[in-house]
C-alpha cells in the first residue's frame, strides 16, 4: 500500500513559479514509476509528466516541456513538480499517482497508476 500526500499547491499571478511535492509513505516508493496528473474543472483529468524509479528518465506531455520539471529525491520519498512561467490555462488540481509499471509504458495513461492523492490546487490569475 502506497499513500500519497501533495503539497505545494496555492495562489500565483501569471509568469510566476511554484514547486509541488508529493510525499510517499511506503519502503517500495524507490520501485514505483510516480507521476503527475491535473485536472481543471469540467475537464478531464490530464498528463503532466512522470519519472522512472531512478530518476533517470521522464516524459512531459508536450505543450508542458520547458516550462515543468518532475524530480523524485528517494531519500525523501518524495517526487516534485516545478511549475515555471505559469499561465492562468495551468489552473486546475494537481495529483500524483504511483504505479509498478515502468515508466517507458503508457506513462500517459491514468488507468495504469494503481495510487493517487487527494490533490493540491493551483490557481494562475492573469
Known amino acids: 500500500q502506497v499513500q500519497l500526500v501533495e503539497s505545494g499547491g496555492g495562489l500565483v499571478q501569471a509568469g510566476g513559479s511554484l514547486r509541488l511535492s508529493c510525499a510517499a509513505s511506503?519502503?517500495?516508493?524507490?520501485?514505483?514509476?510516480m507521476g503527475w496528473f491535473r485536472q481543471a474543472p469540467g475537464e478531464e483529468r490530464e498528463f503532466v509528466a512522470a519519472?522512472?524509479?531512478?530518476?533517470?528518465?521522464?516524459y512531459y506531455t508536450d505543450s508542458l516541456k520547458g516550462r515543468f520539471t518532475i524530480s523524485r529525491d528517494n531519500a525523501k520519498n518524495t517526487v516534485y513538480l516545478q511549475m515555471n512561467s505559469l499561465k492562468p490555462e495551468d489552473t486546475a488540481v494537481y495529483y500524483c499517482?504511483?504505479?509498478?509499471?515502468?515508466?517507458?509504458?503508457?506513462?500517459?495513461?491514468?488507468?495504469?497508476?494503481?495510487?493517487w492523492g487527494q490533490g493540491t490546487q493551483v490557481t494562475v490569475s492573469s
Open positions: 499517482a504511483s504505479r509498478k509499471v515502468p515508466v517507458s509504458v503508457a506513462p500517459q495513461r491514468r488507468e495504469t497508476y494503481d495510487y
Open positions: 511506503g519502503r517500495t516508493f524507490t520501485t514505483y514509476t
Open positions: 519519472i522512472s524509479w531512478s530518476g533517470g528518465t521522464t
